[in-house]
């Protein structure tokens, strides 16, 4: 699917994950952040071959998938499906400078991260290009520091960190912000791991995701002897 409409001036936002699966530390975080930012529409990117990571147990159309019927029937979200189009790393500078290209030079873009993505954000391909062409939120996340130990990060962090959400629309890029949303102790890795040693993870993703799991055997039990 491709990209829903905005206004040439309102904040397009992206969130951008592996999704091994989708969770409600994923959602929920997400929809406090769109109360209190005013956003309108959040963009699901989920990534093909993820960059510095070991790769998915789900396959990228699984991923997609679990993607769409996460958010099906909410008026937030759309899932846009670039980034599975190309078998490299699906490296986020790449994927911004083409919507960038597309969106013309004024459109305020935002990419969502969690905080453990701040965290080691220095190792990503081209990273300090990034404020070039987007915005980037932080989302908090339980367990996660909020100093940056990387003296370069720290002083590019500083150079952009605004407190001022209105930023975010002023400018079509180059702020970072860090949203006051709960913190979620949900990780895509608990939910492999239950399923692997037969737990239920309802508690921890919608439904719909759940039964698509199940359909699929997705995140099978490990069986030991
Ligand atoms: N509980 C959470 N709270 C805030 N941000 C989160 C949370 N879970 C994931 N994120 C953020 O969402 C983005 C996509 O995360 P991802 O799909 O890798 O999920 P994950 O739960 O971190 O997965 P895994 O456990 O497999 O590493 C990342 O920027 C990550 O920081
Ligand atoms: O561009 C990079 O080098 C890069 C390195 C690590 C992660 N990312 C992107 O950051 C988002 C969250 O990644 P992950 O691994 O936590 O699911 C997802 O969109 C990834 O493609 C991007």
Same mark, same amino acid.
């Given at each position: ?78 899932? #846009?499906?670039?980034? +599975? *189009? $190309? ?6 500078? =790449?994927?911004?400078?083409? &919507? /960038? ?47 940056? #130990?990387?003296?370069? +990060? *720290? $002083? ?6 605004? =407190?001022?959400?209105?930023? &975010? /629309? ?56």
């Amino acid at each position: 699917m491709t990209l829903g409409n905005t206004g040439e001036n309102e904040l397009m936002a992206l969130f951008g994950g592996t999704f091994d699966p989708i969770h409600y530390g994923h959602l929920r975080p997400v929809e406090q952040l769109a109360c209190e930012i005013q956003l309108e529409k959040v963009i699901l990117l989920p990534n093909n071959v993820p960059p510095h990571r070991p790769q998915p147990e789900a396959s990228s159309a699984q991923r997609l998938k679990m993607a769409q019927l996460a958010v099906e029937g909410n008026p937030l979200f759309s899932v #846009d499906s670039r980034e +599975l *189009q $190309r078998d490299t790393p699906s490296y986020t500078i =790449e994927t911004l400078e083409t &919507l /960038r290209k597309e969106r013309g030079t004024e459109q305020p873009l935002a990419f969502i991260i969690g905080q453990d993505s701040l965290l080691t954000l220095y190792k990503w391909y081209r990273w300090e290009s990034l404020l070039d062409v987007c915005h980037l939120v932080v989302l908090a996340r339980p367990g996660y520091a909020r100093e940056l #130990d990387t003296p370069a +990060l *720290q $002083r590019w962090y500083d150079a952009h960190i605004t =407190e001022d959400a209105g930023q &975010l /629309r002023q400018r079509p890029q180059g702020c970072i912000y860090q949203a006051n949303t709960p913190l979620l102790d949900i990780s895509a890795t608990e939910i492999r791991q239950r399923r692997h040693e037969g737990r239920d993870c309802s508690d921890l993703l919608p439904f719909s995701v759940e039964r698509y799991i199940e359909s699929q055997g997705l995140y099978r039990e490990h069986f030991t002897s």
